[in-house]
């Protein structure tokens, strides 16, 4: 099921529009014509053919284990501050 909303109507109740993104896409239009289009996640993700999760592609880069990282030891050089 498709819904459609004008850019104003999806600007005063973006919920409505979310929650119709749940039963299938929902088209927005401006001035009459479509202009975008909003879909669940999930439904974005099936489309794109997105088999990972976008955290799970960013934290575990190719090549991630051969590194050798040494943090160097942290400094702490501040001093209190002085309140007069």
Same mark, same amino acid.
């Given at each position: 099921? /498709? /819904?459609? !909303?004008?850019?104003?109507? !999806?600007?005063? %109740? /973006? $919920? #409505?529009?979310?929650?119709?993104? @749940? %039963?299938?896409? +929902?088209?927005?239009?401006? #001035? $009459?014509?479509?202009?975008? +289009? =909003?879909? /669940? !996640? @999930?439904?974005? #993700? #099936? =489309?794109?053919?997105? @088999?990972?999760?976008?955290? @799970?592609? =960013? $934290?575990? *880069?190719? $090549? +991630?284990?051969? +590194?050798? !990282?040494?943090?160097? *030891?942290?400094?702490?050089?501040?001093? *209190?501050?002085? =309140?007069?």
């Amino acid at each position: 099921m /498709t /819904t459609k !909303f004008s850019s104003r109507e !999806f600007n005063q %109740d /973006t $919920g #409505r529009a979310k929650k119709a993104a @749940e %039963d299938g896409p +929902v088209y927005i239009t401006d #001035r $009459g014509r479509p202009s975008h +289009v =909003l879909l /669940t !996640f @999930e439904d974005y #993700r #099936r =489309l794109a053919g997105v @088999e990972q999760d976008i955290v @799970e592609i =960013l $934290g575990n *880069p190719a $090549g +991630v284990e051969d +590194v050798a !990282f040494e943090p160097p *030891p942290i400094q702490d050089n501040a001093a *209190p501050a002085k =309140l007069d």
